[in-house]
Nanobody, 126 residues
Framework: QVQLVESGGGLVQAGGSLRLSCAAS????????MGWFRQAPGKEREFVGA????????YYGDSVKGRFTISRDRAKNTVYLQMNSLKPEDTAVYYC???????????????????WGQGTQVTVSS
């Protein structure tokens, strides 16, 4: 059974950086897309970005374009979210997710992912 575990969250001042990690474990791990989402208190879960596991490309939500970068290390079964120029509005619980099947499409909805991690808190102070 696939398990996803996020780490790297914490408290950072506005303008700072954090790198989140999502480590996958299980008998097999061969997703089509790995995504990052975030959820602030009282708000719906929001798409942050995604990376095709084969490395073909990445896609980002408008609110983080130019500031966040997703990468993956297939040998380590790990996906990363590099967060730069952080803003207070980036404060949220960040989740990684996996979709096992896909086509020529960028999946941005929470219902389009099959497995989820427990989340890691990111707090950006002004």
């Amino acid at each position: 059974q696939v398990q996803l575990v996020e780490s790297g969250g914490g408290l950072v001042q506005a303008g700072g950086s954090l790198r989140l990690s999502c480590a996958a474990s299980g008998r097999t791990f061969s997703p089509y897309v790995m995504g990052w989402f975030r959820q602030a208190p009282g708000k719906e879960r929001e798409f942050v970005g995604a990376v095709m596991w084969n490395g073909a490309g990445t896609y980002y939500g408008d609110s983080v374009k130019g500031r966040f970068t997703i990468s993956r290390d297939r040998a380590k079964n790990t996906v990363y979210l590099q967060m730069n120029s952080l803003k207070p509005e980036d404060t949220a619980v960040y989740y990684c997710a996996a979709r096992l099947l896909g086509g020529d499409y960028w999946y941005t909805g929470v219902n389009e992912y099959h497995y989820w991690g427990q989340g890691t808190q990111v707090t950006v102070s002004s």
